[in-house]
């Protein structure tokens, strides 16, 4: 099955740090790392909390392209116009990205700015020893590297407040990098970033508006379709349910929205549904996946989009049910897949029409018509 991974590229980091980076245009950039990162033997807080003694920041509608002054970025060699992208995971947020090269390096650093999650989180799918706990401007934070067999990734998120955090990657190609040297500028940069959150004479210029193309979007809807307070595990049918092979659901609230995990089995064949009700651009769902592998497609009238990979074992399925708010059905099958009665895209498909159904009669509007490809 693919990985995909509902994240942005930042942190990301995990995705990027199992070997799925991609390349990214140069602009030229002079060497040198501020200060190296003090590394702890004590692991980052695994809650949102921070130190009381340390202010707590919000991050909510700070515009991450200006954490670095101009200043700044001339001195890591980065290029002059920013690159903001939404967050999959989090609409709230953003992330920004900005090109560097050097004499022996290219690459890109990449902030984001996440309201609902801390900085020990964005790993929880990396062995632990591929993180480190560290300290940036005073804030608990996590790093995470590929180690020295794959120096050019390394990512730290830092906690800056409850459920607020900021990830901050390096992502960089030459035959002189080492992992030192890669966590040395991601946490410089880090460090840059955290120190402007606590200028007073920056609120204004971090907190003024945003980019204007942060909003993506797949196309028109019916109707949106709020999923706040949405329990995801109730929005299958019984019909459905059957002819899917479920056999037993479980339910829990996860960041930004809900989450439904749905086993299920066709006689030696086994299969696993996640349904999530979910603050997420479903647009973005795709951004890193090769395009072969991408379809564009209609349910019920609502703009959705599926990535399978060139096997028949997975597929993740998106649909886009107001801004900043999707559906999300993540399709599993093990064993013997030449025993499969629905290909798995299909079946997340059938998946997901039920929920839209289930969704548009508890609002009161229309139901809507089945799948359309």
Same mark, same amino acid.
């Given at each position: 099955?693919?990985?995909?991974?509902?994240?942005?590229?930042?942190? *990301?980091?995990?995705?990027?740090?199992?070997?799925?980076?991609?390349?990214?245009?140069?602009?030229?950039?002079?060497?040198?790392?501020?200060?190296?990162?003090?590394?702890?033997?004590?692991?980052?807080?695994?809650?949102?909390?921070?130190?009381?003694?340390?202010?707590?920041?919000?991050?909510?509608? *700070?515009?991450?392209?200006?954490?670095?002054?101009?200043?700044?970025? @001339?001195?890591?060699?980065?290029?002059?116009?920013?690159?903001?992208?939404?967050?999959?995971?989090?609409?709230?947020?953003?992330?920004?990205?900005?090109?560097?090269?050097?004499?022996?390096?290219?690459?890109?650093?990449? /902030?984001?700015?996440?309201?609902?999650?801390?900085? &020990?989180?964005?790993?929880?799918?990396?062995?632990?020893?591929?993180?480190?706990?560290?300290?940036? &401007?005073?804030?608990?934070?996590?790093?995470?590297?590929?180690?020295?067999?794959?120096?050019?990734?390394?990512? !730290?998120?830092?906690?800056?407040?409850?459920?607020?955090? /900021?990830?901050?990657? @390096?992502?960089?190609?030459?035959?002189?990098?080492?992992?030192?040297?890669?966590?040395? $500028?991601?946490?410089?940069?880090?460090?840059?970033?955290?120190?402007?959150?606590?200028?007073?004479?920056?609120?204004?210029?971090?907190?003024?508006?945003?980019?204007?193309?942060? #909003?993506?979007?797949?196309?028109?809807?019916?109707?949106?379709?709020?999923?706040?307070?949405? +329990?995801?595990?109730?929005?299958?049918? $019984?019909?459905?349910?059957?002819?899917?092979? !479920?056999?037993?659901?479980?339910?829990?609230?996860? @960041?930004?929205?809900? @989450?439904?995990?749905?086993?299920?089995?066709?006689?030696?064949?086994? *299969?696993?549904?996640?349904?999530?009700?979910?603050?997420?651009?479903?647009?973005?769902?795709?951004?890193?996946?090769?395009?072969?592998?991408?379809?564009?497609?209609?349910?019920?009238?609502?703009?959705?989009?599926?990535?399978?990979?060139?096997?028949?074992?997975?597929?993740?399925?998106?649909?886009?049910? +107001?801004?900043?708010?999707?559906?999300?059905?993540?399709? $599993?099958?093990?064993?013997?897949?030449?025993?499969?009665?629905?290909?798995?895209?299909? &079946?997340?498909?059938?998946?997901? #029409?039920?929920?839209?159904?289930?969704?548009?009669?508890?609002?009161?509007?229309?139901?809507?018509?089945?799948?359309?490809?």
């Amino acid at each position: 099955m693919p990985t995909v991974r509902p994240s942005v590229v930042l942190l *990301v980091a995990a995705a990027l740090l199992t070997g799925c980076a991609g390349g990214e245009d140069a602009a030229a950039h002079p060497t040198g790392s501020p200060s190296a990162p003090t590394r702890t033997a004590v692991p980052s807080p695994p809650t949102g909390g921070v130190d009381v003694d340390r202010e707590h920041l919000d991050v909510a509608d *700070v515009n991450a392209c200006a954490l670095l002054t101009e200043t700044e970025r @001339r001195y890591l060699g980065l290029a002059d116009q920013p690159r903001p992208k939404p967050l999959v995971g989090d609409p709230a947020g953003m992330e920004c990205r900005f090109v560097s090269a050097d004499g022996d390096s290219l690459g890109f650093y990449s /902030i984001a700015v996440w309201p609902s999650r801390n900085g &020990a989180s964005f790993g929880d799918e990396l062995g632990p020893e591929q993180r480190y706990g560290l300290v940036v &401007a005073g804030y608990p934070a996590t790093g995470y590297h590929a180690g020295e067999d794959s120096p050019e990734v390394c990512a !730290i998120g830092v906690s800056v407040g409850r459920n607020q955090a /900021i990830a901050v990657a @390096r992502f960089a190609t030459g035959p002189l990098l080492t992992a030192e040297r890669t966590c040395d $500028e991601a946490h410089g940069a880090a460090e840059r970033a955290v120190h402007a959150l606590l200028d007073p004479a920056r609120q204004d210029e971090l907190r003024g508006e945003r980019p204007g193309d942060l #909003t993506v979007s797949l196309g028109d809807r019916p109707a949106d379709l709020d999923l706040t307070d949405v +329990d995801s595990c109730a929005l299958v049918d $019984e019909g459905t349910r059957e002819s899917l092979r !479920i056999t037993n659901a479980h339910h829990a609230v996860v @960041r930004a929205g809900s @989450r439904c995990d749905q086993p299920g089995s066709w006689s030696n064949l086994e *299969v696993h549904y996640t349904l999530l009700a979910v603050r997420r651009n479903a647009a973005a769902l795709a951004e890193h996946a090769d395009p072969e592998d991408v379809q564009r497609l209609s349910l019920s009238g609502y703009p959705a989009v599926w990535v399978a990979g060139d096997t028949t074992q997975g597929c993740v399925l998106a649909v886009e049910v +107001d801004d900043g708010q999707a559906l999300v059905v993540e399709h $599993e099958v093990y064993l013997d897949e030449d025993s499969l009665l629905v290909p798995p895209c299909e &079946a997340a498909a059938l998946m997901a #029409t039920s929920a839209l159904r289930t969704l548009a009669a508890d609002q009161g509007l229309p139901l809507p018509d089945g799948p359309r490809g």
